[in-house]
């Protein structure tokens, strides 16, 4: 049986002074403990994908700092952006794992084994919520159909369910019954990982496990009508695709160094 192992990191909220806290957190001493962790850690990866807000101020200096910290695995980077991000700039510093041009949408593809991994661009400029349109679920059923995959795993920043909660609701995805329609029909999709959300989240919808995963940095509580955060450690997914399905697991860190100011 092979195997191919999938680091997952989500919602990184770095600044250009690395010394910036984003409510009392410091958000890049976090992702350079979370990539600490996994090194000392001892596994390994054929694939990291990042799902987004790789900064939070979207500048330049911001995306080249996670580059140096990522860098590791700057070989087997796969990227999405998320809402705080700008799709020029991050292209301009990851251009050489991110095809395309400017403000063109940022995809990707790459086949491990039986499964097929795509991912979905869900950034909607000047917006904390997120979109998908036709043209994305039209781009990923053409992707599916050129391939020999038996199984798809997604992923892409704004989760595509409503989760219960009020405030990470109402900033959540436009389109989603697009992808909802899709997975309804399309058995093979079997995993869809996400973030923006700061959290463990899981569902079932069709044949697809619906999953969101902890920051490197600020963690969100989804309980109340606004924006909460809690004092809990940062963390990351591990995925394992085999021949016949996947295992995956949220590892955190064992500590929580820092807490959120809330106000």
């Known amino acids: 049986m092979t195997t191919t192992r999938i680091l997952q990191l989500t919602d990184l909220h770095v600044f250009k002074d690395p010394a910036t806290r984003l409510k009392g957190i410091p958000t890049f001493e976090l992702l350079n403990d979370v990539v600490e962790f996994i090194r000392s850690s001892g596994e390994t990866f054929d694939y990291v994908v990042v799902t987004g807000d790789h900064t939070h101020d979207e500048l330049p200096e911001s995306y080249s700092a996670v580059r140096s910290v990522l860098n590791p695995w700057i070989d087997r980077l796969f990227q999405v952006p998320g809402n705080h991000d700008d799709r020029a700039v991050l292209r301009s510093v990851f251009g050489d794992r991110i095809?395309?041009?400017?403000?063109?949408?940022?995809?990707?593809?790459?086949?491990?084994g039986p499964w097929l991994c795509l991912g979905l661009d869900t950034h909607l400029p000047g917006a904390v919520s997120g979109l998908i349109d036709a043209s994305q679920v039209d781009w990923a059923r053409r992707q599916l159909a050129d391939s020999d995959a038996q199984m798809v795993g997604l992923f892409f920043h704004h989760p595509p369910v409503d989760l219960g909660s009020?405030?990470?609701?109402?900033?959540?995805?436009?389109g989603k019954e697009l992808l909802q329609s899709w997975f309804a029909e399309e058995p093979r999709v079997r995993l869809?990982?996400?973030g923006h959300v700061h959290h463990e989240f899981r569902t079932m919808l069709?044949?697809?496990?619906?999953?969101?995963?902890?920051s490197t940095g600020i963690q969100f509580s989804p309980v109340g009508n606004a924006p909460t955060?809690?004092?809990?450690?940062?963390?990351?997914?591990?995925?394992?695709?085999?021949d016949t399905g996947y295992t995956t697991r949220v590892v955190c860190l064992p500590d929580v160094r820092f807490s959120p100011v809330l106000n």
């Open 166 to 174: 009020p405030w990470i609701d109402a900033i959540g995805l436009t």
């Open 229 to 242: 955060f809690v004092a809990s450690p940062p963390g990351y997914r591990v995925i394992e695709l085999h």
């Open 206 to 214: 069709g044949h697809a496990e619906i999953m969101t995963t902890p």
């Open 99 to 112: 095809a395309g041009e400017g403000d063109d949408r940022v995809n990707f593809s790459f086949q491990a």
């Open 192 to 194: 869809v990982c996400c």
